[in-house]
């Protein structure tokens, strides 16, 4: 295992529903990540935390909410999705965010649908 | 610009025989380079990175990669494929933008070892 630990494993959820992800990471480390993987298109950076404080968000919709309360646990709100927000969701974790030579840890990902 | 790029969506290799995933990249400054794995049902693990010094950089499950600065490649390898290595194989470059560092992924490739 790589220390960082996502629930839930699956999610189903409906447009008009409310759910959060939760990410956790046992490695001390001080960044935190949001990604979405879908298929047949790259990885995309949705969310970086350094220290519990947003460093990046890219043009992510509003519908998506991070938050990171603490240096070890990352969630992620949703609301109003829309059904090409299906995907995988991965947490990953890193000593720090800069400089970039840090690699990542991921967690195993949340399987999102959305009906 | 900026990026990464694995010109194989796919590739199949014999069990036994040497395998190479294709990498190359375009960064303004020195390049960090990474390759990670990921499994069915999986978030991305990491294999190795290559920072500065030794252009020939040994990772895990018997991997190396070679950094080639002339060709602006970072190749994934392995002397002798094991059914267990198949799986989706990502190539990842640090870039500078707006002084911020950020991490970008290639696409992917899947990596198919036949028994």
């Known amino acids: 295992e790589t220390g960082v630990t996502q629930t839930p494993r699956h999610l189903v959820m409906g447009m008009t529903n409310k759910k959060s992800l939760k990410c956790e990471q046992h490695l001390g480390h001080n960044a935190m990540y949001w990604y979405k993987q879908s298929a047949k298109k790259p990885l995309e950076l949705m969310f970086v935390?350094?220290?519990?404080?947003?460093?990046e968000n890219n043009s992510v919709p509003s519908r998506f909410s991070p938050e990171c309360p603490n240096s070890s646990h990352l969630f992620l709100h949703l609301h109003t999705l829309q059904p090409e927000d299906s995907a995988l969701y991965l947490c990953?974790?890193?000593?720090?965010?800069?400089?970039?030579?840090?690699?990542?840890?991921f967690g195993p990902g949340t399987r999102l649908t959305v009906l | 610009a900026q990026s990464v790029a694995q010109p194989e969506d796919q590739v199949k290799v014999a069990e036994g025989n040497p395998l190479t995933v294709k990498c190359t990249y375009s960064?303004?400054?020195?390049?960090?380079l990474f390759w990670y794995v990921q499994y069915p049902n999986r978030g991305l693990q990491f294999l190795l990175k290559y920072i500065t010094g030794d252009n020939l950089v040994k990772g895990s499950y018997g991997f190396e990669a070679e950094f080639n600065k002339s060709q602006t490649s970072f190749h994934l390898k392995k002397p002798s494929a094991l059914v267990s290595d198949s799986a989706l194989y990502f190539c990842?470059?640090?870039?500078?933008?707006?002084?911020?560092?950020?991490?970008?992924f290639g696409k992917g490739t899947r990596l198919h070892i036949l028994p």
């Open positions: 990953a974790s890193s000593r720090e965010t800069a400089p970039g030579y840090n690699e990542q840890f």
């Open positions: 960064v303004s400054g020195n390049p960090y």
């Open positions: 935390y350094s220290l519990e404080e947003r460093v």
């Open positions: 990842a470059v640090r870039v500078l933008m707006n002084r911020d560092d950020k991490i970008i």
